[in-house]
């Protein structure tokens, strides 16, 4: 058997019994150390550390006696000695620490134990840390579970086809802020949705029941918005009814009015809506008595209003008033998931109203899904029925969609090879244009990979890699 007593006589100038015992104290471990009969002969600080335990309650005593006395619940040593081979166990001491029992039997030439040299390693830190992290696992579970009742709870209650997690995340926000009065502002470009944005706040609100009323406050003309919002009395002007009219804010008592463009609002009419959303009351145009209203305003617009408040062409204190919560809806460029999914939704809306079997070929799909939207959704919808009504085939390919489409997609593969772009976005984006062409070419991977030059477990791979880079570039867009 390999000795460290040479080593240690010639090294280290101390004896090595005493070498021992400096070992022993001094480990981060606690050592428990019985004969084989199971009374204790040595204990080291650390073990009096981690279990609580002194060494006068523990040396010179059998440990049958110490777990008679209730020291201890269990001992490794006994059942070391009786199993003779190693024993672990965990305890948990008086002290509140964990810890884990290895003990381990020596024994003799005739197989009898001499002694039993027991560790005991503090765990406590480690079994919370595993705690926190089974906890923040079912909170985890817990909270994809309710993600996904809240997505299909959501999108049951809505007109809105959404699978993009931006998306989403705007229908948790409105959603929460349905059930209450809070005047809402929806901004977002021309085209992405905040029309429907807000029949969903009414639609899930307590006035679902009452009307919903929308006003484009860029379509009605000046002169005649504040009748048209308020109302009149009969006789209030030349050409009006006799027995007055009710306004729109009238007509949506009890439910929401929508006011969409609201940028477009004449500034001599923001203070009139002004008074509407302090006091809830308005008075019709030629009338003497105020009348009281009580509705959910909801406004939108694409125009930037801190801008035209710093301007002076918009009201500060109608901007603060309407901008209580606002939800920013994000453009269709910024939503990929969206645009096949709304794709899917239009086109089956067509097949089923003219029992058509039309579909979109891969590759005209990869173009509109890189294509930028300028008109987002509203652009979207247009350009499906256009190419669904004109395409001769049941299969709609890239030349059948509109040239600015087809033209953009050349344009983002063809500027790979004249500007200066970061190698890898250039590898990927022309890799990308020929394994869709390639894979639309001949419908098969097996084929596809074949004209390429490569095999099919390699275009599968590429295929992954492009995904994956585009995944992670977009989540750095947004991070950004």
């Known amino acids: 058997m390999y000795s460290v007593r040479p080593l240690i006589e010639k090294y280290i100038n101390i004896e090595p019994e005493a070498y021992l015992d400096i070992v022993i104290e001094h480990s981060y471990d606690g050592i428990f150390i019985t004969d084989g009969d199971a009374n204790t002969l040595t204990i080291n600080e650390a073990y009096e550390r981690i279990t609580g335990l002194s060494r006068s309650e523990m040396l010179n005593r059998n440990m049958r006696d110490l777990v008679a006395e209730g020291y201890i619940s269990e001992s490794g040593s006994l059942k070391a000695i009786e199993a003779k081979q190693t024993i672990s166990l965990s305890q948990t001491f008086r002290t509140g620490k964990k810890a884990l029992i290895t003990s381990k039997p020596v024994m003799n030439e005739t197989g009898d134990v001499i002694v039993v040299i027991t560790n005991v390693r503090d765990i406590t830190e480690l079994t919370e840390v595993k705690d926190r992290l089974e906890m923040q696992e079912r909170l985890a579970e817990k909270y994809l579970a309710e993600a996904d009742a809240l997505k299909k709870q959501l999108l049951d209650t809505s007109d809105l086809i959404v699978e993009d997690k931006k998306m989403i995340d705007v229908l948790y926000t409105a959603q929460k802020v349905a059930m209450t009065d809070f005047t809402v502002m929806i901004t977002g470009e021309s085209g992405v949705g905040k029309e429907v944005l807000a029949k969903f706040l009414h639609n899930n609100s307590h006035r679902s029941d009452g009307n919903f009323i929308k006003v484009n406050c860029g379509a009605i003309p000046e002169n005649l918005i504040e009748s048209e919002l308020f109302g009149y009395e009969g006789g209030a002007f030349t050409g009006a009814s006799t027995g007055g009219k009710p306004g729109l804010f009238e007509i949506a008592h009890g439910g929401t009015i929508f006011l969409d463009e609201i940028g477009e609002l004449p500034y001599n009419m923001q203070v009139k809506l002004l008074r509407v959303l302090q006091e809830g009351e308005f008075t019709r145009v030629g009338g003497v008595l105020p009348k009281k209203t009580d509705i959910r305003v909801v406004a939108a617009t694409h125009r930037n209003l801190e801008q035209m408040v710093q301007s002076h062409v918009f009201r500060e204190d109608l901007y603060y008033r309407l901008n209580v919560i606002p939800i920013l809806v994000p453009p269709l460029r910024e939503r990929p998931e969206d645009i096949l999914a709304l794709i899917r939704y239009f086109l089956e809306a067509i097949n089923t109203k003219y029992h058509w079997q039309k579909r979109f070929g891969r590759d005209a799909l990869d173009a509109m899904h890189d294509y930028y939207w300028p008109g987002n959704i509203r652009e979207l919808k247009n350009v499906v029925e256009r190419v669904v009504a004109m395409s001769r085939d049941d299969v709609i390919a890239c030349d059948d969609l ?56 390699t275009f599968v791979r590429k295929r992954q890699r492009i995904q994956k880079y585009r995944a992670t570039s977009e989540g750095e867009k947004a991070s950004r």
């Open 402 to 457: 509109p040239n600015k489409i087809v033209t953009a997609n050349r344009e983002n593969v063809m500027r790979y090879l004249t500007d200066i772009v970061p190698l890898e976005e250039a590898v990927i984006g022309v890799e990308e244009a020929l394994l869709s062409k390639a894979f639309e070419k001949y419908g098969n991977v097996r084929g596809a990979a074949k004209a390429l030059g490569i095999d099919a477990s």
